[in-house]
């Protein structure tokens, strides 16, 4: 059933209604919940209801901007009836077939979609159900391309200081962000760290900082150095660290990447989780920054949120290396998940595609960015705010540190949801990261909300 916004507007005004069916603290209990202060949560529930467009509704019925597109996921807007007729369509179809020697047509049809848009010769698409599926397939097929290849002595993986790539064991080793691993004592060993791109030195840079990139991607060399030439099977990296606060390559980083990563035989991985279908402007970061990885992750956006589903996209070189290398009528990749290339996720993606080519998406984004990123950075005069990042449409505003780290940035969420903005932060940085559909005009809003926030602290 399609939901109007009328009927959003109808069923918001009968509160307590509202606030029975979705708030009862013995309703609450059992969820635990990721990543999120459980106890204080239950005292205090911040649900969210319906959504439609750039808006979500809360429990109260009170309409919020979704500053973050969830969590970078939404960038169509909530609740695309489009979306939704696909996907109630084809489980009215086919609702599941094992993916395991077993296909449906929709899971072709979306890799030949998506092989379109991510850059040559990125052809070939293996399908998760998540940001950290994703990564964790990744790593795997690494490994399974060395070992075709007879090079499994590569096997040091490299990551950075404050990376995020998901929760899974495998994004888990990868985690530079200390709070996202230091309970996780068993993670996988032989994973070494470059430095992150953070550049405290230089401080409100809009857009990509203009030098010391290629310095800062030499760091590679010195773990090829530690462990040896031939011992690096590949070197993940978001092109725009976002989780950890919105760090942008500087000039020449990722080309230099690039160019040691060819030099030593290293799998280059850009984690494009957050960067994928349009955030930066273009389809994916690597044509943002004009540089090809071998291999891209993907997921979030891919469906717009509507269905869980993620996708890595892997270089011919690589696919045909494992593929090739088994014997006819073996399976040549042990690995897959029951839920890889669902019909309902593919049927979710295939619409979503649609949508950012008919309302042109990327395009919008692109354009839109500037005046996104001035708005943002219109606050920085604020005494409150320490710094500013930012690249499309996505950014982050570093909030003065309180008594503890994150201590603020936690408060700061809370206040801006009650103030009418969902806002994810992570540690003392909030993430703005509207959909593409938002007009200037609510970009106005928006960032008239987060000053009136911000003062509320004086
Ligand atoms: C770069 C990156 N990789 C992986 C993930 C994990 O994705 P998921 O939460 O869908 O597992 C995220 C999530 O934010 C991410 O930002």
Redesign the pocket.
């Known amino acids: 059933m399609i939901i109007t916004l009328a009927e959003v507007a109808d069923v918001m005004t009968d509160k307590s209604e509202i606030t029975n069916r979705h708030c009862s603290r013995a309703d609450l209990e059992n969820h635990w919940m990721p990543f999120t202060d459980n106890k204080s949560f239950k005292r205090e529930p911040r649900l969210i209801v319906r959504g439609k467009g750039i808006h979500v509704w809360n429990n109260r019925g009170e309409r919020l901007v979704d500053g973050s597109s969830g969590?970078?996921s939404v960038p169509c807007g909530h609740c695309r009836h489009e979306i939704a007729a696909a996907v109630h369509e084809q489980l009215q179809v086919l609702d599941y077939t094992s993916p395991f020697l077993r296909g449906h047509p929709k899971s072709f049809e979306l890799a030949r979609r998506l092989a379109a848009i991510t850059p040559e010769p990125l052809n070939h698409i293996f399908y998760g159900n998540?940001?950290?599926?994703?990564?964790d397939t990744a790593m795997k097929i690494v490994m399974a391309y060395n070992f075709a290849r007879r090079q499994s002595q590569k096997n040091i993986f490299v990551s950075r200081e404050r990376?995020?790539?998901?929760?899974?064991i495998g994004?888990t080793s990868l985690a530079g962000i200390v709070k996202n691993r230091e309970a996780f004592t068993s993670v996988l060993p032989g994973v070494a760290y470059m430095r992150s791109t953070a550049t405290p030195d230089r401080k409100f840079i809009k857009g990509q900082p203009g030098d010391g990139g290629e310095d800062l991607a030499d760091d590679l060399l010195r773990v090829i150095k530690t462990y040896g030439e031939s011992r690096i099977a590949a070197c993940f990296i978001?092109p725009i660290?976002?989780?950890t606060g919105v760090l942008v390559p500087p000039e020449g980083y990722l080309e230099r990447l690039r160019e040691i990563c060819d030099q030593y035989d290293i799998v280059l991985v850009f984690?494009?989780?957050?960067?994928g279908f349009g955030r930066t402007g273009s389809a994916f970061a690597a044509q943002e920054f004009g540089v090809t990885p071998d291999i891209i992750?993907m997921?979030?956006a891919m469906t717009n949120a509507a269905q869980?589903m993620?996708g890595v996209a892997v270089h011919d070189r690589i696919y045909d290396t494992v593929v090739g290398a088994a014997e006819e009528n073996m399976i040549e990749f042990f690995h897959g998940y029951t839920y890889s290339g669902h019909p309902a996720a593919c049927a979710a993606s295939l619409a979503t595609l649609d949508i950012y080519e008919k309302e042109n998406l990327f395009q919008r984004a692109k354009d839109l960015s500037g005046y996104f990123l001035d708005s943002v950075f219109a606050l920085q005069e604020h005494p409150l705010i320490t710094d500013i990042r930012g690249y499309g449409m996505l950014a982050a505003i570093e909030l003065l540190v309180e008594e503890r780290p994150g201590m603020r940035g936690h408060d700061f969420q809370k206040r801006l949801f009650d103030a009418g903005v969902h806002v994810k932060t992570t540690g003392d940085a909030a993430l703005i990261a509207p959909p593409f559909i938002i007009e200037k005009s609510e970009i106005d809003d928006m960032c008239g909300i987060i000053r009136e926030v911000l003062d509320s602290y004086r």
């Open positions: 969590l970078f998540s940001g950290s599926e994703a990564v990376a995020y790539h998901g929760v899974n994004g978001e660290a976002g989780s984690d494009e989780v957050i960067t992750t997921a979030k869980p993620s």
